[in-house]
């Protein structure tokens, strides 16, 4: 079978229609370079792990933002539509420059902050089944891949929401005993960039490629961090 | 500079790190923690901490946590594992600087790993260790640990050079180190970085093999940068082959693993004749035996015909419950779903994938190396794990050494001065790199590249011999005589084609080591399996490989005898 691949290309001259022969399975990753060796030797688009961890490979798939490795094509397919993602600079073809993701990312003190006598000692005792962890793990494995940042429809424009990405792991941080800026992050998701400027579009938690409910930790976060039931 | 050098940007720096996998970020931290008035800067091919492979992690990482466990057990373990070849003082530091790396990785860094029902640490069971010492994040660990890490990069502020390939190590006139060429991969700019020190850590070449594991930045960039630098490497014939890689068909996606706790679990393996063939290779530890008897096995029974269709056999781990095994190996399970298959339901198709290297630079127990300024951690260095890698010691060796490394980095930056990098040096390295983009009719890589990877996996791959290998050793200097001709189209900037016609470059330089020490070691061990040599030589009397490069020529092998200061072989098995 043929493929008819449209590729949004920087260089408006550039050759952007290509046909590939498919073979099954096979997916977004394998068209883009399929079309690299055989059409295009410097068509730009960015990956690296393949297997959904890097997060790297976010494209726009006709129109829906996803992971060009995760997307496997129908057996019927006959045309596809590839656009970088939304919501970022271009840099060049497919690649996009995702600064304006990490910025809001950075706001939220992405990492633990310890009490200081804590490092370097025994890791805490937290059981499996304590409402802390119940409440953070459904919530872990973001691969900070944007493709929430890039289908929220208030993330993109102006640039100060702090967007599901950032929220989500502020969610995580404030569940988190271990951490001591819980007052800070609390404020700062309590503020003009923060919570209240969600519309419950659920852009976010639909794109999500690791099946994360961005949405879900936005309305915990509106409730104090306690469950919505 | 001669005349035609390109323009170039010049950074100076106390630290340079080139890689941001688990090495070269646990690297920054600890460089920054030790002296947080130190320059450094992160030297990243791809996106910083979401290239390489530690990201990749899924199983976990050995560590002795539990008082029932010991330091002396994981260190016998490590030994047995790698055949006895390693190097006993880097295997004995990797075993006791573990636990605290853990116990960092959780109370610094931010990293929270699975735990048991009594809210401590859980260790898994893994192949080839006598404790289940395997700490991880269900089948995922490698995101949890690179997401903190380069959290971390945002608290400490270290200078990220994103989209950089770091080119050429750059000495002064008296040949003192003085920093790295590089090439900004987003604008085609290159860079001159003056650093006093410079740690490599880029990862190893595993992809240069039809059926890989690894992420594609993985080209032996590290490694044939210190090549060129003269420096020497061991155990270059210890390439590992991990025995569940996926196979679905041409998808790029063939070759990723599915993760070493599913044979640790009870995963049973079969051949396309439904036999659990591991009786006949290992029937005491069967699927538990290390990953390079069992990988030998599989390409065993692949090529003596009892494979499937496709060249591979079956993992089968349904019989443990499929919500048993959705639940422990969630991302497993999803792996194979997205391509029609269903391990926590049924067989799944995997083969022997190219996976890692222990082979690489000579480093001592503080990451230095022959040349004084220069630090290598990780995968690009050599003699952790000898003759065979153990599932849990890659990302412990990763992040173990790497912390060391920006010890010492730190250290060394007060005592180093910034040197002159030699103008021509650094204008040669710039003109090799440019030299595809002003060649005109050469061969584009993508070819050249498939023709490497196809040669290696036949040539040079899980079980070797002679013949091929001298056949392999003729094509692959056939093959860089290509690649030093090869033409791609601009532009310079993000340009895909160039940056594989350089990556290849690497990726050629290694294989021909790879190929030289296979040819050197008559005999079967570890990784490396030899099917003229199939018997092991005495453990007792153990030599390794070192290969010292002299100039344009292949490198010029020597063999050095194994100090067993620790443990002697015969002692183990008692």
């Keep these: 079978m043929t493929l008819l691949v449209r590729v949004a290309r920087s260089d408006p001259g550039a050759p952007a229609e290509f046909r590939v022969e498919t073979f099954h399975p096979m997916t977004v990753l394998d068209v883009l370079l399929a079309i690299q060796r055989e059409h295009e030797p410097s068509l730009g688009f960015r990956f690296s792990c393949r297997v959904a961890m890097c997060g790297t490979c976010t494209i726009r798939v006709d129109g829906r933002?996803?992971?060009?490795?995760?997307?496997?094509?129908?057996?019927?397919?006959?045309r596809l539509r590839l656009d970088p993602a939304a919501g970022f600079p271009v840099v060049r073809d497919l690649i996009t420059d995702t600064t304006p993701f990490w910025e809001q990312w950075a706001r939220i003190t992405p990492y633990v902050v310890p009490a200081d006598d804590a490092v370097g000692g025994e890791p805490a005792v937290i059981p499996p089944d304590s409402a802390e962890r119940e409440a953070i793990d459904p919530a872990l494995d973001c691969i900070q891949c944007g493709a929430c940042f890039s289908s929220c429809g208030i993330a993109g424009q102006p640039r100060t929401f702090l967007g599901p990405a950032a929220l989500n792991r502020a969610l995580v941080l404030i569940q988190d005993s271990r951490d001591t800026a819980t007052r800070e992050r609390r404020e700062l998701v309590a503020g003009a960039?923060?919570?209240?400027?969600?519309?419950?579009?659920?852009?976010?938690?639909?794109?999500?490629?690791?099946?994360?409910?961005?949405?879900?930790?936005?309305?915990?976060?509106?409730?104090?961090?306690?469950?919505?039931? | 500079m001669t005349a035609d050098t390109p323009d170039y940007e010049?950074?100076?720096?106390?630290?340079?790190?080139?890689?941001?996998?688990?090495?070269?970020?646990?690297?920054?931290l600890h460089c920054h923690e030790a002296d947080p008035g130190l320059d450094i800067t992160v030297i990243s091919k791809g996106a910083v901490g979401r290239s390489g492979c530690t990201r990749m992690v899924q199983g976990g990482f050995n560590a002795v946590l539990d008082p029932g466990d010991s330091v002396d057990a994981h260190f016998r373990d490590t030994l047995a594992g790698g055949k006895y070849l390693n190097d006993q003082d880097l295997a004995w530091t990797l075993v006791n600087d573990a636990p605290g790396v853990i116990r960092e990785l959780e109370t610094r860094v931010g990293c929270f790993f699975d735990r048991r029902p009594d809210g401590r640490i859980k260790q898994k069971a893994f192949a080839g260790q006598s404790f289940d010492r395997t700490v991880h994040r269900g089948d995922l660990t490698g995101i949890e640990i690179m997401s903190r890490l380069r959290d971390q990069m945002l608290r400490i502020a270290a200078r990220e050079l994103e989209d950089v390939r770091a080119l050429?190590?750059?000495?002064?006139?008296?040949?003192?180190?003085?920093?790295?060429?590089?090439l900004e991969v987003q604008t085609g700019r290159f860079l001159l970085v003056r650093a006093r020190v410079v740690v490599v850590a880029t990862g190893g070449a595993a992809t240069m093999y039809r059926i890989a594991a690894p992420a594609r930045e993985k080209t032996g960039d590290g490694v044939a940068m210190c090549l060129r630098a003269g420096l020497p490497v061991r155990d270059m014939e210890m390439l590992q082959f991990h025995p569940t890689g996926l196979l679905t068909g041409r998808s790029r996606m063939t070759g990723a693993v599915l993760e070493e706790g599913l044979r640790g679990a009870g995963a049973h393996l079969y051949n396309a004749r439904?036999?659990?063939?591991?009786?006949?290779?290992?029937?005491?530890?069967?699927?538990?035996?290390?990953?390079?008897?069992?990988?030998?096995?599989?390409?065993?029974?692949?090529v003596e015909g009892r494979g499937t269709e496709a060249g591979?056999?079956?993992?089968?781990?349904?019989?443990?419950?499929?919500?048993?095994?959705?639940?422990?190996?969630?991302?497993?399970v999803e792996r194979t779903r997205l391509f029609g298959g269903d391990l926590a339901r049924r067989p799944v198709e995997v083969s022997p994938t190219a996976h890692f290297h222990m082979g690489g630079v000579l480093i001592d127990t503080d990451c230095r190396t022959d040349v004084p300024g220069l630090l290598v951690a990780g995968e690009d260095a050599g003699g952790v794990h000898g003759a065979n890698?153990?599932?849990?010691?890659?990302?412990?060796?990763?992040?173990?050494?790497?912390?060391?490394?920006?010890?010492?980095?730190?250290?060394?930056?007060?005592?180093?001065?910034?040197?002159?990098?030699?103008?021509?040096?650094?204008?040669?390295?710039?003109?090799?790199?440019?030299?595809?983009?002003?060649?005109?009719?050469?061969?584009?890589?993508?070819p050249l590249t498939a023709e490497l990877k196809d040669l290696m996996w036949q040539s040079c791959g899980v079980v070797r011999r002679r013949d091929r290998l001298e056949d392999a050793r003729e094509r692959l200097a056939e093959l860089a005589d290509r690649a030093a001709r090869l033409s791609v189209p601009g532009p310079v900037a993000f340009n895909p084609a160039w940056q594989e016609s350089l990556d290849l470059v690497n990726q050629l330089t290694v294989a021909r080591v790879i190929v030289e020490s296979a040819l050197a070691r008559d005999e079967t061990r570890g990784a490396h399996a030899r099917s003229d040599f199939p018997d092991s030589g005495d453990d007792g009397d153990l030599h390794y490989i070192v290969a010292t490069p002299a100039g344009e020529d292949v490198p010029r092998l020597t063999t050095r005898p194994v100090e067993y200061g620790r443990l002697r072989p015969q002692e183990a098995a008692s």
């Design chain 2, 274 to 302: 439904g036999e659990r063939y591991m009786e006949r290779y290992d029937p005491e530890r069967m699927e538990r035996s290390t990953r390079d008897v069992v990988s030998r096995a599989s390409y065993t029974e692949i």
């Design chain 1, 65 to 78: 933002s996803a992971l060009a490795c995760q997307t496997v094509l129908p057996e019927d397919a006959t």
């Design chain 2, 389 to 446: 890698r153990l599932g849990g010691n890659g990302v412990a060796e990763s992040t173990v050494f790497g912390a060391r490394a920006g010890d010492t980095a730190a250290r060394l930056a007060r005592e180093r001065v910034h040197g002159d990098a030699d103008p021509n040096a650094v204008g040669e390295s710039f003109s090799r790199a440019t030299a595809p983009l002003r060649s005109a009719g050469g061969e584009l890589p993508y």
């Design chain 2, 10 to 28: 010049e950074i100076v720096t106390d630290v340079a790190i080139v890689g941001s996998g688990g090495a070269g970020l646990m690297c920054a």
């Design chain 1, 193 to 229: 960039d923060g919570v209240d400027r969600c519309h419950y579009i659920y852009g976010c938690t639909g794109s999500c490629p690791k099946g994360l409910d961005p949405a879900r930790s936005i309305r915990r976060l509106r409730k104090g961090g306690r469950d919505d039931g």
């Design chain 2, 312 to 332: 591979g056999v079956f993992i089968d781990i349904s019989h443990l419950g499929a919500e048993w095994v959705e639940r422990t190996f969630k991302g497993m």
């Design chain 2, 168 to 182: 050429d190590l750059v000495f002064d006139a008296a040949g003192r180190l003085a920093g790295l060429t590089c």
